[in-house]
């Protein structure tokens, strides 16, 4: 869901397995945010995930003046966190890397990161806290919703598919320094 707070005048852009239920709870719950523009259903449309370009287009007034941000992910810990999510669908991870999204997709025009700032989900209790008062939201511990539990996503990669992510998600691995191991 792609949050848009007139009060706080943000607008946060939600990458899939980057923390987005947990921060769905906590902005409706501990928040009380409710002035939601965008949950998924523009002229018809289902998908909750859009990114930063299409808000931008849809919300072009606000996304000039509004803080906008997102949260990013190691590409192979979240490609095999939607592996994990979905194992008992039958679904390979291959066809999960290829029809799923870049986190790039997300954050990028082209070439150009057009967000505000970008958290990190590896340090992303740590960066909220730092973040979150310049959106005029107090620090606040994050939920943990839709943990699915213990599991080394490294079972889920052969050489061939760490290959594939990295090709894939090369900017983001790039940006932000992240590696498979």
């Given amino acids: 869901m792609t949050f848009i707070s007139d009060t706080n005048k943000f607008i946060f852009i939600e990458a899939q397995k980057t923390a ?18 965008y949950q998924g259903n523009i002229s018809g449309e289902l998908n909750r995930h859009r990114t930063a370009t299409y808000i931008k287009d849809k919300f072009s007034d606000r996304w000039k003046e509004y803080v906008t941000f997102s949260i990013v992910r190691n590409p192979w810990r979240r490609y095999a966190s939607w592996a994990k999510w979905i194992e008992d669908k039958d679904i ?6 290829q029809k799923r999204p870049s986190i790039t997709d997300f954050i990028f025009d082209k ?3 057009i967000v505000d700032k970008i958290l990190k989900f ?19 511990e994050l939920p943990c919703k839709n943990n699915l539990g213990i599991y080394d996503y490294r079972d889920y990669y052969n050489d061939e598919l760490i290959d594939i992510v990295y090709q894939k998600e090369k900017k983001i691995i790039d940006m932000m320094g992240y590696t498979y191991d």
């Fill in 92 to 97: 390979d991870i291959d066809i999960i890397i």
């Fill in 20 to 37: 987005t239920k947990s921060f769905r709870w906590m902005f409706r719950t501990d928040y009380e945010i409710e002035e939601l523009l």
């Fill in 122 to 140: 590896e340090n992303l209790q740590q960066e909220w806290n730092e973040f979150s008062p310049t959106i005029g939201l107090y620090p606040r």
């Fill in 111 to 113: 070439d150009k990161v």
